[in-house]
Every structure is written in structure tokens, then in C-alpha cells.
T-cell receptor, first 115, second 110 residues
């Protein structure tokens, strides 16, 4: 019954590896997001998709590639992982901004540790 | 491109006291939201206040918005141990991005 679910919850990997994080929402929302939260709890938007189309792409290295096979799923693939990628990554969803209900629903996060 | 900034960064109060957190932002907004994050969990939406509203209540929460000062406050009355968490304000920008502040860490002492 989880509204926004992301897997895995923990991800420990070596530098240089490639990894993916998956996200699914069952709320019928049009828009999905990836946020990165650093060790100081600062939450920064990375990407936003609306109905499988990329609408926000912040200044994120090309090593990060989001993929949205359908509007209920938004996965994040990271190539050539670096130490600085260690953080907690949150998936979120909402109705499309500007339609009067911009409330975000968040997943429980994926803690990525790059060694 | 940080928009909101919470103050204080950390706050410790006795259980039963009221907790007040502030948020300042830089550009005009359509609405402002407050979220709570418990340790190791995702953020949970608490309340949304629109730019044409000045005050809003939800249970023990009271939010005010002063668009002339570009600031908002979140008041939690009669605090409980379960209120221990980080609290974030979030604002929408013209490009529909929802931008979060750095949060206030609230600790309720027994």
C-alpha cells in the first residue's frame, strides 16, 4: 500500500561502479522527482518528469541518467560512481505543479555509500 | 538555487512547550509548504499556505505567511516527543520547481 516506494533502501558500492535506484508511485500522479540530500540534510532537486517527459534537469553530472518507462515509474541510473555521490536519494511524486496541489509525496530514501 | 532558509538551524525545547521555526525566501511564490522528516525517513507534507493567505491551522500546527517580508513561521503547540524531527519549508518558483530550505532540527526534551 506504500504510495511512493523506492529500492534499494541501502546501497554500498565501490568507486567506478554503475548502479540503479528504482522508484514507483501508485498515487496516479503525473509528476515524479529525484532529490539528493547531503550529509548536512540539504535537499536539492535533481530531475523532474511529467508523464514520462523530462521537465526539470538541474546541473547534474551526465553520469546521472533518469529513465521513466511510464508515469508511475522513475528510475535513476548512476555511472562511474564517485565518493561525492554518497548521499540519500529521494524519489517523490505530485500532481503537475500549477494545478493547485503541489504537495509532494516522498519515498523513504536510498542511502548510497560509495567506498 | 536555494530558495527557503529556515531559522534556527536547531532547536531544543521541553515537552509541552511551543516550538517556533521561521523560513525566509528570496523570490515571489505561489505557495509555501512545510514538511517534516523523521530520522532515516522520507519527508512528510504538513501544510501548504498560498500566497494570498496569511495564516493557516492544522491540529497543533499554525503557519503564518508574510509575503511583504518574504517569510513564514511554523508554530507547533504543546510539543510532544514524537515531534522530534527536522522541519523544512519549501517554496515553488516560476519554473515550477519546489525548492527546499536546509531545515530546522527540532528536539523535544522529556
Amino acid at each position: 500500500d506504500t504510495a511512493v516506494s523506492q529500492t534499494p533502501k541501502y546501497l554500498v558500492t565501490q568507486m567506478g561502479n554503475d548502479k540503479s535506484i528504482k522508484c514507483e508511485q501508485n498515487l496516479g500522479h503525473d509528476t515524479m522527482y529525484w532529490y539528493k540530500q547531503d550529509s548536512k540534510k540539504f535537499l536539492k532537486i535533481m530531475f523532474s518528469y511529467n508523464n514520462k517527459e523530462l521537465i526539470i534537469n538541474e546541473t547534474v553530472p551526465n553520469r546521472f541518467s533518469p529513465k521513466s518507462p511510464d508515469k508511475a515509474h522513475l528510475n535513476l541510473h548512476i555511472n562511474s560512481l564517485e565518493l561525492g555521490d554518497s548521499a540519500v536519494y529521494f524519489c517523490a511524486s505530485s500532481q503537475f505543479p500549477g494545478q493547485g496541489d503541489e504537495k509532494l509525496f516522498f519515498g523513504s530514501g536510498t542511502q548510497l555509500s560509495v567506498l | 538555487s536555494q530558495q527557503g532558509e529556515e531559522d534556527p538551524q536547531a532547536l531544543s525545547i521541553q515537552e509541552g512547550e511551543n516550538a517556533t521555526m521561521n523560513c525566509s525566501y528570496k523570490t515571489s511564490i505561489n505557495n509555501l509548504q512545510w514538511y517534516r522528516q523523521n530520522s532515516g525517513r522520507g519527508l512528510v507534507h504538513l501544510i501548504l499556505i498560498r500566497s494570498n493567505e496569511r495564516e493557516k491551522h492544522s491540529g497543533r500546527l499554525r503557519v503564518t505567511l508574510d509575503t511583504s517580508k518574504k517569510s513564514s513561521s511554523l508554530l507547533i503547540t504543546a510539543s510532544r516527543a514524537a515531534d522530534t524531527a527536522s522541519y523544512f519549508c519549501a517554496t515553488d518558483k516560476e519554473d515550477d520547481k519546489i525548492i527546499f530550505g536546509k531545515g530546522t532540527r527540532l528536539h523535544i526534551l522529556p
